[in-house]
């Protein structure tokens, strides 16, 4: 199995900033693109921003120029760092991965998430 961890939420006033982190374990072959979602209560599920394997990267109107995605392959990791908050910007914030893994005796390549880490903007 894939397991994804988020950290790094929390409270920031408007104007502050804040960097997630996501760290890809388990059973993994290899790992795709990563990313950034988030979902505000009573909103669907949003994209933010991601980055490829060969760190091509794209995000949502809402975040551009606020917002850097990076990995390192190393680690497995996937960062997101978040600059000029917003009230707006207040959500779950979730990672997700395309990765190949093993899961029982079998391999498969499939979407992972991560359990989510609150982000709050607020004064």
């Known amino acids: 199995q894939v397991q994804l961890v988020e950290s790094g939420g929390g409270l920031v006033q408007p104007g502050g900033s804040l960097r997630l982190s996501c760290a890809a374990s388990g059973s993994i072959f290899s790992i795709y693109t990563m990313g950034w979602y988030r979902q505000a209560p009573g909103k669907q599920r949003e994209l933010v921003a991601t980055?490829?394997?060969?760190?091509?990267?794209n995000y949502a109107d809402p975040v551009k120029g606020r917002c850097q995605i990076s990995r390192d392959n190393a680690k497995n990791t996937v960062y997101l760092q978040m600059n000029s908050l917003k009230p707006e910007d207040t959500a779950v914030y979730y990672c997700?991965?395309?990765?190949?893994?093993?899961?029982?005796?079998?391999?498969?390549?499939?979407?992972?998430w991560g359990q989510g880490t609150q982000v709050t903007v607020s004064s």
């Open positions: 997700n991965t395309d990765a190949l893994g093993l899961k029982g005796a079998t391999i498969e390549r499939r979407d992972y």
């Open positions: 980055i490829s394997s060969g760190s091509s990267t």
